[in-house]
Every structure is written in C-alpha cells, then in structure tokens.
C-alpha cells in the first residue's frame, strides 16, 4: 500500500524550535538523489532523531542500532537473489544423519533445487543440513543465529555468501518467512512447533502473504498427524479457529509430493497484494468465462461488496511494473478467511479454468489439490 508520511514527526521537532525536515532530505539527496523512497527514508531519520532527542536509554539505542544494521545488511546480501524463488525449511538440528528424516530432507533439497527453488534453513545440523547437503550451495541459503556459545554453520554454508548471521532471533525470524514462496516443516522440537504456528498465525490474520505451508513426514510417521488431530479436536472443535483455516496445511510422506504441492501453487497463480481497498491476485493465466462465473458464486463469502473482477495491468502498481504482463483477479477482500483465499488460489490453478489454453500431460497431473489430513 502506499505509503503516507508521518508529518508528525515534522512537526514535533518545529514545535521545539528546530527545523530538520529540510537538512535531513538534503542529506538523503546527496547520497540517494533520485530515490522514489525520499519520505520513507525521511521518516526513519527523524524517527531516529527524536530518539536521539529523548536520549532515554542506552540498552535501547544499541537494541535499535543492532536490529537496524541487520535489517540493511540483510537486504543488501539478499538483493542478489530476489529473482529466485525460495522455500524454508523448518526441521530438527538434533536428527542424526543415519535417521530417515535426514535422508528425507535431503532428497527433498535435491528436488527442490531441480524445481530451480533456492532452500533457507537456520544453517545448522539435522534437518537444515541435510536439506542443505541435498541442495548444493548454489541453491542454499542459511540464516544463522550467533549464540553466547561456539556456533557453527552446515558444512554445505559455512564460510560462503550464502550464510547471513543474525545477533536477533526476531530479525532472522522476519526473514525465515519474508523470503519464502513457501515453507516446509520437519518434525522437530520447541523451535520448530514456534515456528510452525508464528507462520500460520502470521498467514490466518492477513500479516503476510499466503504460501504453501507443507507439513512433511517419513511414511507411517504419525508426528504431523497427531498435531494436525489436536487441531482439529481443541482448537477447532472449540471454534479457537475457523474449519476453513486448516486448509492452509497440507500434509504429505514424501520428498516428490512436497515439491509437487509447491509446484502446483505456482501453476498459475503468482502473487498477491493489497491496492488501496482491493485485493490483487496476479495470474500467469486468464481465467475462463465459466470459472469467473463459478468464482462469483462460490467465493461471494470472500468479498466484502462487488464481485470479482479479472483485468489486466492498468498501470496502477508504479512499484512492481515488471509485473505487468499479468492478468489481474481482483476484489474486495474481507481479510478474514485465509484459508478459503487458498481454496481460491486452488481453483484458479486448475488448468481446465484457464482461458483457452489446452491442458499438457504435466498440468493435469496437478490438478486435484492434495488433503489436509
């Protein structure tokens, strides 16, 4: 959404007599004299100042300094993959190289990064380095976390461009789920069941964009199932969460489903954001007559007045016109359910709802989204 300068900041500092609103957008100038982020940039300046201004505690100042200095740090590494999509993988550093799991997220990293996705782990043992040893380095990513005690990275990362250190749990978390197209949970202890439900809690209230969430399991393995029944049985069951909402899981006991589920997402839809008081769902392809008809019926719930309208690039999204060549679904989003989003996002991935395009072999094969449970 575009963003509005905070003109109380401005004027908090006229109020005490000094005017830095001027000198601080000079300053900006000289390094960034075209940038389109002026206000924005502006805006963190001040903020900073009127930190500076109040001076009321250190530990405050070095919390900021520090969580600042990873953020930028963080984008300016991360700027020479932002082309690549990328999935996060979520898993036990204590799984020992000789148990299936490690084998299974092995395989899945090797296929993930056939598939041409690059895979983030927290860049530890277990989990995260078998995922990490099936892809290669030049399809991993590790986002390490620096501890009071000796920490080290996967062999497949250490040492490499394509390890960032985080001194914050908060700042790495922000990442973790900032550059996922999607995201697949291993079993795990205490770490991973946190990061499990901050993902779908960040998902299920609109905080961040909806991706594959895909729960992955050795066959017969029960870890995924038993959660997924405690779920359903109390947090469902008491009305905790909407039925809906356990649509944005999908459990599977393979490498090659996991990827297929990742894959399917992608068939057709592309991404989403937010235009004022619409939502924008971008397509790879139109959507037939029929479908639109189906969708305007059987997703009214979703929209909070109008119907759905497809169009194509209208010149409205200045920041991402690279995005252009997309066809548009567009409508007015109540927020709520994220879970029928998905089930939306499912149907308009159905090759047989695509404005005539002739299905191939490959499409049809991901046409039936696969189970929650």
């Known amino acids: 959404m575009p963003y509005e300068p905070n003109d109380f900041l401005s004027r908090h500092f006229k109020n005490n007599g000094i005017d830095l609103v001027g000198k601080v957008e000079d300053q900006i100038r000289l390094v960034a004299p075209n940038s389109p ?14 930190m500076a201004q109040d001076d009321h505690n250190r530990w405050n100042a070095k919390i900021t300094l520090q969580a600042i200095r990873e953020l930028e740090n963080a984008f300016r590494v991360l700027e020479q993959f932002k082309d690549r999509r990328k999935v996060t993988v979520f898993g036990s550093a204590r799984t020992p190289v000789e148990h299936p799991l490690y084998a299974l997220a092995r395989d899945l990293g090797a296929l993930l ?54 001194h914050f749990f908060f700042t790495r978390k922000l990442f973790f789920v900032k550059e996922a197209d999607a995201l697949v ?24 964009p909806i991706v594959p969430i895909v729960l992955l399991d050795t066959p017969g393995g029960s870890f995924w199932q038993e959660a997924l029944n405690f779920i359903k049985n109390q947090l469902e069951a008491n009305r905790y969460i909407l039925p809906s909402d356990m649509k944005l899981l999908r459990l599977v006991y393979s490498a090659e489903e996991a990827v297929d589920e990742i894959n399917c997402f992608y068939t057709n839809f592309h991404s989403s954001r937010w235009l004022k008081n619409k939502f924008v769902i ?8 029929q479908a639109i008809e189906h969708i305007q019926n ?20 200045h920041d991402e016109a690279q995005f252009s060549h997309l066809t548009r679904l567009a409508f007015s989003f109540t927020g709520r359910s994220h879970g029928r989003l998905r089930e939306l996002i499912d149907y308009i991935n159905l090759p047989q709802n695509w404005a005539l395009v002739a299905p191939t072999h490959k499409q049809t094969q991901a046409r039936d989204p696969l189970k929650v449970m």
């Open 282 to 289: 971008r397509m790879h392809h139109s959507l037939n007559e």
């Open 298 to 317: 059987e997703f009214a719930d979703l929209c909070l007045s109008d119907d759905f309208h497809q169009h194509a690039y209208l010149g409205e999204e």
């Open 113 to 166: 990064a056939s598939s041409e996705l690059m895979v983030i782990t927290g860049a530890g043992g277990g989990i995260m380095a078998a995922a990490h040893e099936g892809a290669g380095l030049e399809y991993s990513l590790g986002f390490n976390i620096t501890l009071p005690f000796e920490q080290h990275a996967n062999p497949t990362v250490e040492g490499t461009e394509n390890l960032l250190p985080f």
């Open 37 to 50: 982020n002026l206000p924005l940039y502006r805006d963190m300046m001040l903020t900073v100042l009127r």
């Open 185 to 208: 949970l291993c079993p795990g202890g205490f770490g991973t069941l946190d990061e499990a439900l901050e993902v779908l809690t960040l998902i299920q209230t609109g905080k961040s």
